[in-house]
């Protein structure tokens, strides 16, 4: 069956923020709770546009006992923005000959700092951000719109990501997919499942 559509997820496989950056600026600033459990809380509502900037980074500000604004706190994050520039080269190539998506969790804010920093379409002929879909990006009606939308089916999409979550929701679909690890790994697989289609 041969591979028509890949699809990227964007978080840790082609750009991340850097939490230790972020956990440095709360250390200065004498926050020294741990987020993660904040952000499995309250990120999946911003992500697919149940809370504002304000509402999420006023919330985090309360929780962490941060003594400056909630903007701040919010810039202090968006400044520590890492790009995947190899990763993203390799998705720009593979669009010369398929159809490249980003399928990815993010909150609209975080989509507006990319946007300053990458061109997307230069990379990809679509992207399906869950703030824009108001929905997680591995719920069924989301990936049925992708192969409707392409007319493909469903054994003719590859998708990578670095949940093993995410991946066996994509599986039990009927995505081809690759649990990402590393660029090296990556590039491997990729050729592999594009060899063989």
């Known amino acids: 069956m041969t591979i028509k559509i890949i699809a990227f997820d964007w978080g840790d496989v082609l750009g991340f923020y850097d939490l230790s950056i972020f956990d440095s600026f709360l250390e200065k600033n004498n926050c020294l709770k741990n987020t993660s459990s904040f952000f499995k809380q309250y990120k999946p509502d911003f992500d697919i546009d149940k809370l504002s900037e304000e509402e999420f980074w006023s919330k985090l500000k309360k929780y962490l006992g941060f003594k400056g604004t909630w903007q701040e706190l919010a810039t202090a994050n968006k400044n520590n923005l890492k790009i995947n520039r190899k990763n993203l080269e390799l998705a720009k190539k593979i669009k010369e000959n398929r159809i490249t998506i980003l399928l990815s969790n993010m909150d609209r804010t975080s989509v507006s700092r990319i946007n300053k920093e990458v061109n997307l379409d230069e990379y990809f002929n679509k992207y ?30 590859l998708f990578i990501d670095d949940f093993q979550g995410n991946v066996d929701k994509a599986h039990k679909f009927g995505f081809k997919t690759i649990l990402y690890k590393d660029e090296e790994q990556l590039s491997k697989e990729l050729k592999h499942h594009l060899n063989q289609s």
Request: hydrophobic residues 35%; negative net charge; glycine residues 4%.
């Open 128 to 157: 399906y951000f869950s703030f824009k879909l108001g929905q997680n990006k591995m719920n069924e009606d989301v990936l049925k719109q992708i192969i409707s939308e392409f007319n493909v089916r469903s054994e003719e999409v």
